[in-house]
């Protein structure tokens, strides 16, 4: 069974944590890929980003469903939620949009984990690091590709 470091992607498109969203959006364009990982100027992963970060700011805002009890109204959400909405929606940098809970492998990690994380987590990329530092990715494409591979 190969190992993530055996079928991740090396050349990684990475972008930093204050890049703009606006530039972001054109980097994804110019480059057709549908995510990245956010990286700090010390090489850590520091989260990640994707297409659906960007579609997101597009959105509708979704305005918590109240109900009155006596003279109370209770928010049926949690508040924190819509703030973190409205923060994603008038986002200006990569770091007012990435996602800080990043799923990734360590770069030994067996290629049916990755598929699994996959999966289950409903994930498109997962970064591979060593120790805390980027050194690949694993898309979808890398996993069917490894999968398709004849025996070695």
């Not at 956010?38 to 959105?59: P, S, W």
Request: contains cysteine; hydrophobic residues 45%.
């Amino acid at each position: 069974m190969p190992l993530a470091r055996d079928i991740m992607k090396r050349d990684v498109i990475a972008v930093s944590p204050d890049m703009t969203v606006e530039e972001l959006g054109r980097l994804f364009i110019e480059k057709n890929i549908s995510g990245a990982p956010v990286v700090g100027e010390d090489g850590r992963l520091r989260g990640i980003v994707t297409e659906n970060d960007l579609v997101a700011q597009d959105k509708r805002l979704h305005i918590p469903t109240l109900l009155r009890l006596f003279d109370a109204y209770i928010a049926l959400e949690p508040p924190s939620r819509i703030k973190d909405e409205m923060r994603k929606m008038s986002a200006r940098t990569v770091d007012d949009i990435c996602t800080s809970e990043v799923i990734s492998v360590d770069e030994e990690a067996p290629m049916e984990d990755v598929a699994t994380i996959m999966t289950e987590r409903r994930v498109h990329i997962v970064p591979v690091v060593k120790g805390k530092k980027l050194v690949g990715i694993i898309g979808r494409h890398e996993i069917i590709k490894a999968a398709m591979a004849p025996p070695a």
